[in-house]
Nanobody, 120 residues
Framework: QVQLVESGGGLVQPGGSLRLSCAAS????????LSWYRQAPGKERELVAT????????NFANSVKGRFAISRDNAKNTVYLQMNSLKPEDTAVYYC?????????????WGQGTQVTVSS
């Protein structure tokens, strides 16, 4: 049974930091590229950050570059999103995604999300 379980969300003041975690099980974690997405009320889900299966490459949305960092621990089957200098516009539900495309098949898994609220 595939599971992605996010944790670490909450309420934080502007300028603060949070670290999100996503614990995975039920699939071969090291084969998957991992991403964090977010969805704010009334807006479409957007890609925040991605890390490749080997962890050698990362990409970030322009809106979070220089403030967020993504990392993975393949021994713990966990991906992290370190969020610094948070802004009210970072408020959203954050989702963990795991994706593996071996040839013509696509394996795509999602977590249930964790709420991040940035407010004074």
């Amino acid at each position: 049974q595939v599971q992605l379980v996010e944790s670490g969300g909450g309420l934080v003041q502007p300028g603060g930091s949070l670290r999100l975690s996503c614990a995975a099980s039920g699939f071969t974690f090291r084969n998957y590229a991992l991403s964090w997405y977010r969805q704010a009320p009334g807006k479409e889900r957007e890609l925040v950050a991605t890390i490749t299966s080997a962890g050698g490459s990362t990409n970030f949305a322009n809106s979070v570059k220089g403030r967020f960092a993504i990392s993975r621990d393949n021994a713990k089957n966990t991906v992290y999103l370190q969020m610094n200098s948070l802004k009210p516009e970072d408020t959203a539900v954050y989702y963990c995604n795991a994706r593996f495309v071996p040839g013509s098949r696509v394996y795509d898994y999602w977590g249930q999300g964790t709420q991040v609220t940035v407010s004074s």
